[in-house]
């Protein structure tokens, strides 16, 4: 698949109540490495199966949650080319320099109907993951807790959600891969992607806007997603449900919480989206399996817990 | 060990003197407290102390518990560790929900 514009989600930049509990978790706990720390105390993480120098921003704050989510482009020239669209589109566009997150080049910061931050960027440092691109090994040795490969999503709640799909879709480029309605047949969720993934963002209809649902974190089999909830019960880690499938893009899965409250996901196993496939369609009555295949019901946690 | 108690409920359990509420009353498969994120973060157990009952919390997120709230004994069930036995009145993200938008949400959304 030849890509063009937006390539993939590049990082997620979200708020931790205590930045010392924060690091432990997601470099012992969760298996991310960290890479960097900038004069603001914010600290840099990747995936062992990432090549970028980091892909999760850590920032403390009185309140948990998600700063801004980015995006990496193909070449330098889709940053003017999508800066003049997200103007024309009416959305506020900022330019943030070089350097201000470290090792990552300028970038196109926007904001969106639902009230959620994006940027887009064409350069982060390479960093690579420890093997390198001659004939490397399979994985690396050393790694710790679950081991995740790399970001992969966020789910984002926030009010006019269906005007941040617009955005994706007709800005961005994405397609929508899957869509949950709502009784008057309107998008009530929408699955977005930009790649050949089920999903690289999902955005769902919600009464404040600039919420995270969740953060997630790729494995590649069911073994690793058990072995994951065994460490969960291993340390004591808040789990949400699982681990199970979701009906939507059909991961196995567990939702779980960092230790300010943030949730994660670590998931496998969803389906490879072509551009010539037609997105699928979760009628309001199926909701519960949509989202939990095997409890097939809805729990409030779903739908009011978010940060 | 320090009891706590659920206003408008029967419930009633003990909670040890380093342990949060939330993780008491979970750990002895008692319910009363909505159950969200257990981190200080999503606002869902948020309860206020009545009465004159001594306790401190953890870290707890602003946006859910901002410091007018804390200083009427309003705080995250999962981030307060009591020094006496307490009297919660359970406030919630749900209650506030569920008598307006979330219901009205839950609706949209089929469930
Ligand atoms: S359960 Fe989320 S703040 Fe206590
Ligand atoms: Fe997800």
């Known amino acids: 698949m030849s890509f063009t514009g937006v390539m993939r989600p590049g990082h997620a930049a979200i708020r931790v109540l205590d930045m010392a509990e924060a690091v432990e978790y997601y470099v012992e706990r969760v298996g991310l490495i960290k890479t960097d720390e900038d004069k603001q105390g914010r600290v840099y993480l990747k995936g062992w199966d990432e090549l970028d120098c980091f892909s999760l921003v850590l920032r403390e704050a009185d309140s948990p949650g998600i700063d801004f989510m980015g995006f990496k482009v193909c070449k330098e020239s889709d940053l003017d080319d999508f800066e003049a669209k997200l103007k024309e589109y009416g959305q506020n566009v900022e330019r943030m320099p070089a350097g201000e997150l470290i090792k990552c080049g300028e970038r196109v910061r926007f904001d969106s109907p639902s009230g959620h931050t994006f940027e887009l960027y064409a350069e982060k440092e390479y960093l690579g993951d420890g093997l390198g691109r001659l004939n490397p090994n399979p994985w690396p040795e050393g790694l710790k807790g679950m081991q995740v490969h790399r970001f992969d999503h966020c789910l984002l709640y926030g009010s006019n959600a269906i005007g941040t799909v617009n955005l994706f879709r007709d800005v961005l480029g994405f397609d929508l891969t899957e869509q949950v309605l709502n009784p008057e047949g309107e998008i009530a969720a929408a699955f977005l992607s930009c790649s050949n993934k089920a999903h690289d963002i999902a955005i769902l209809e919600h009464p404040e806007p600039g919420k995270l649902h969740h953060v997630s974190f790729m494995l590649m089999t069911w073994e690793e997603v058990l072995r994951a909830a065994d460490i969960m019960s291993m340390h004591d880690i808040a789990i949400d449900i699982g681990p199970t499938r979701h009906g939507i893009t059909r991961g196995q899965t567990i939702y779980f919480f960092d230790p300010s409250g943030n949730r994660n996901e670590v998931f496998c196993g969803d389906y490879t989206w072509y551009p010539d496939r037609e997105p699928i369609t979760w009628q309001p009555e199926e909701l519960g399996k949509a989202i939990f295949y095997h409890d097939r019901k809805l729990n409030e946690n779903f739908l009011g817990v978010v940060t | ?111």
């Not at chain 2, 750990?27 to 009952?53: D, F, H, M």
């Not at chain 2, 307060?80 to 839950?106: A, C, M, T, Y």
Request: hydrophobic content about 30%; proline content about 3%; some cysteine.
């Open chain 2, 1 to 111: 060990m320090y009891q706590i108690s659920i206003e408008d409920s029967d419930e009633v359990f003990d909670c040890a003197a380093d342990r949060n509420v939330l993780k008491a009353m979970e750990k002895l498969g008692r319910s009363g407290i909505p159950i969200g994120c257990r981190g200080g973060g999503c606002g869902v157990c948020r309860v206020q102390v009545l009465g004159k009952g001594q306790y401190h919390t953890g870290k707890m997120s602003r946006e859910q518990v901002p410091a007018d709230d804390e200083k009427k004994g309003i705080c995250l069930a999962c981030k307060l560790i009591p020094e006496s036995n307490l009297r919660l009145k359970v406030l919630g993200k749900w209650q506030k929900h569920f008598s307006d938008n979330r219901v009205s949400e839950n609706q949209k959304l089929g469930t």
